[in-house]
């Protein structure tokens, strides 16, 4: 099979499209011909070595596609998936843990679904299994037309809260589009200035941004960040619980939030569509921290 295959780390030229010998599936797994791959940032730092990673290695997390071979209670060879690769997502084939897969509904494309697995479920639990957030509440997500903070958004909208999203003046319709009640343009306001009384605030952009939200929480609130570690002790002074989110891939709220975008309740911005052979200009797109939300590669017919 092709697979784009990363030797070493560095710049976007690293990543090179090879033929490689095909996964195959472990007991509980399935193996999927993959449709579409997402680019989510973690694949640019392990590129450009922020990260440790094994190599050779073939990156990518988010895939929907087709099983070829189950080994894997509940899934059947012709299925339409998507979930969370353990091989790599950037290649024809994957495995898939069914632990990480659930199945497409017939509303959602192949692009529309690998959009949503980490994206999704790190905003779900962001705001909901860590935030506790419920309705009537205020919350601020911070990155609002990002990946995973359009989906914020949305989720937040939906559970009945007030919503105020932050970013650069060009996203402003975009995330007011999506629902959000304000929007607070970081580069012409200062954050803390502009908003209180936040119940749940959600960083997907990390550094300065982490800081600036601390200012808008009321006490007992909850800073959930997912770009960095929260300042768990200066939060703790202020009397707000922060904490850094590691998403825990959950069948359920997969198929939650696939059946919410099936449906047209949730709207996922696709930035653009790349050829896996041209994944170091996805790589590029990514980096430029410029998009708005996800990156997808093409694969397979």
Do not use: C
Not at 143 to 163: D, E, I, S, T
């Amino acid at each position: 099979m092709r697979a784009v295959v990363m030797h070493e780390t560095g710049g976007p030229e690293v990543l090179r499209l090879e033929e490689v010998a095909r996964p195959e599936p472990g007991e509980g797994e399935v193996l999927i011909a993959v449709r579409a791959a997402a680019v989510n940032p973690i694949d640019w730092k392990y590129r450009r070595g922020f990260m440790p990673k094994q190599l050779p290695a073939v990156l990518g997390n988010d895939v929907s596609g087709v099983v070829a071979v189950s080994r894997a209670d509940g899934f059947a060879k012709g299925d339409e998936v998507f979930g969370i690769a353990a091989s790599g997502g950037y290649a024809e084939f994957a495995t898939v843990p069914a632990r990480m897969l659930a199945k497409k509904h017939a509303g959602l494309s192949h692009v529309q679904a690998a959009a949503i697995p980490v994206a999704g479920m790190t905003a779900w639990q962001a705001l909901f299994d860590r935030g506790g957030l419920e309705s009537g509440q205020t919350a601020l997500i911070a990155g609002a037309a990002g990946g995973v903070g359009h989906l914020a958004v949305q989720f937040a909208k939906r559970a009945g809260a007030r919503v105020i999203g932050t970013g650069s003046a060009r996203n402003r319709d975009f995330v007011l589009g999506l629902g959000a009640d304000e929007y607070v343009d970081y580069t012409q306001q200062d954050v803390a200035e502009a908003v209180s009384g936040v119940d749940v605030a959600f960083d997907t952009v990390g550094g300065e941004t982490t800081q600036s939200l601390l200012g808008t929480m009321r006490e007992g609130g909850v800073l959930v960040g997912i770009a960095g570690a929260p300042p768990e002790d200066e939060a703790r002074e202020r009397g707000v619980r922060a904490e850094l989110l590691i998403m825990s891939p959950s069948t359920e709220q997969l198929a939650q939030i696939g059946a919410l975008v099936a449906g047209g309740d949730v709207h996922v911005e696709i930035a653009e569509t790349v050829p896996l052979e041209e994944v170091g200009r996805a790589h590029t797109l990514s980096e430029s921290g410029r998009t708005r939300g996800k990156i997808i590669l093409t694969v397979g017919t």
